[in-house]
């Protein structure tokens, strides 16, 4: 049984900081990879940091990238997205779903890689 639980969301202010962590518990440790995703009112989920430690370790979207940075704990049990530089497209319900399938021709984000999901954290900013 695996549970994933996202903390860290809430009102950052347009160009300053945020940290969301993701806790956690069973089976989560072992999987392939980790991943944030967030998906905002009316637009699709979309994958937007990965870490991967058997494929190169991290990987961004180009919307991130140089922004926001992916890291886990040294259990593994935690992951973390350092968001800085937030900006007015930035705000969504955010995720961290395990990867369970190894990812294909780096591919990072394809839904079907990852099984586990927990209910998101909500992230808003203010200009």
């Known amino acids: 049984q695996v549970q994933l639980v996202e903390s860290g969301g809430g009102s950052g202010q347009a160009g300053g900081s945020r940290r969301l962590s993701c806790d956690a518990a069973g089976f989560t440790s072992s999987s392939i990879g980790r991943a944030w995703f967030r998906q905002a009112p009316g637009k699709a989920r979309e994958g937007v940091a990965a870490?991967?430690?058997?494929?190169?370790?991290?990987f961004y979207d180009d919307s991130v990238k140089g922004r926001f940075t992916i890291s886990r704990s040294n259990d593994k049990n935690t992951v973390y997205l350092q968001m800085n530089s937030l900006k007015p497209e930035d705000p969504a319900l955010y995720y961290c779903?395990?990867?369970?399938?190894?990812?294909?021709?780096?591919?990072?984000?394809?839904?079907?890689?990852?099984?586990?999901w927990g209910q998101g954290a909500q992230v808003t900013v203010s200009a």
């Open positions: 779903p395990a990867a369970s399938v190894p990812p294909i021709g780096g591919h990072w984000f394809l839904d079907s890689l990852f099984r586990h």
């Open positions: 870490i991967y430690p058997g494929w190169g370790n991290v």
